[in-house]
């Protein structure tokens, strides 16, 4: 886990520096989108859209941008696409088992380009149920360390619901049952704890220690397949070493 945490926020550092920087705006205005036409377009009412439009402000996502993806998701302007949520399941190299969480509205483009993603990339495409039961559906919260340490953040989350709070270098990330969610952010706020992302993810159940030469393989697989603008998350069961990490950053 702590490797995949760690090389999921470096991830997130990176794309928010370089030219991808406009494929995480367009995944985060599809999410506030979808999230308005499921929920409502009430962030107070609509927890899932309050956390979408939050992510994507503090993404530097324009105001304007987010305020037409609500009114498009809620009906209030024309012009929303039919996102449809499929769920593919895969293998990458050294056993790693992926779900790969699309939003699209090309269901057929999809599934071709998540199939090409894996077989490209020495992975493969999996039956339905074969990988996603070595994962759990849970609520995680990134916050950021600048300002506050553990015991804050788990004094601050404790009582709420927090299952447990990592280390992931320069945040933390605090894990929840996915109901308790709003309850755990709240804590924060009440706290004066700042935030910088409030979500469901799929978290794996058990992980699967790479060495060096399959991390790289492994990377290069989910960027592949993230590259997809139909693929809106990538989770993925391993672990990757401290050391294995510097090598491959440097």
Not at 57 to 69: C, T
Not at 107 to 119: F, H, K, Q
Not at 220 to 233: F, G, M, N, P, T
């Amino acid at each position: 886990m702590s490797g995949h945490s760690k090389w999921a926020t470096t991830k997130h550092k990176k794309a928010a520096l370089d030219a991808k920087r406009g494929k995480l705006f367009a995944k985060l205005i599809k999410n506030i989108e979808v999230a308005a036409r499921t929920g409502g377009g009430d962030p107070e009412a609509n927890p899932t859209l309050y956390d979408a439009i939050y992510k994507a402000k503090k993404s530097s996502v324009p105001n304007d941008n987010i305020e037409r993806a609500r009114k498009r998701g809620a009906g209030e302007e024309a012009g929303g696409a039919d996102w449809q949520t499929i769920m593919y399941e895969g293998y990458a190299p050294g056993g790693v088992a992926v779900l790969i969480e699309c939003l699209t509205d090309n269901r057929n483009r999809a599934a071709s380009e998540v199939r090409v993603g894996l077989t490209r990339n020495g992975g493969s495409l999996a039956d339905p149920g074969s990988v996603s039961y070595m994962f759990n559906r849970k609520g995680v919260v990134i916050v950021p360390k600048e300002g506050t340490d553990e015991d804050d953040v788990m004094m601050a989350v404790l009582d709420a619901g927090a299952e447990e709070v990592n280390d992931l270098g320069e945040s933390f990330e605090v894990v929840c049952e996915a109901g308790d969610l709003v309850a755990v952010r709240t804590a924060l706020k009440d706290a004066g704890i700042d935030y910088d992302s409030a979500e469901s993810k799929f978290l794996p159940t058990m992980s699967v220690p790479l060495d060096e030469d399959n991390a790289r393989k492994v990377f290069r697989l989910l960027d592949a397949l993230e590259d997809s603008d139909d693929v809106q998350e990538v989770y993925a069961n391993f672990d990757v070493s401290d050391e294995v990490m510097e090598k491959i950053d440097a």
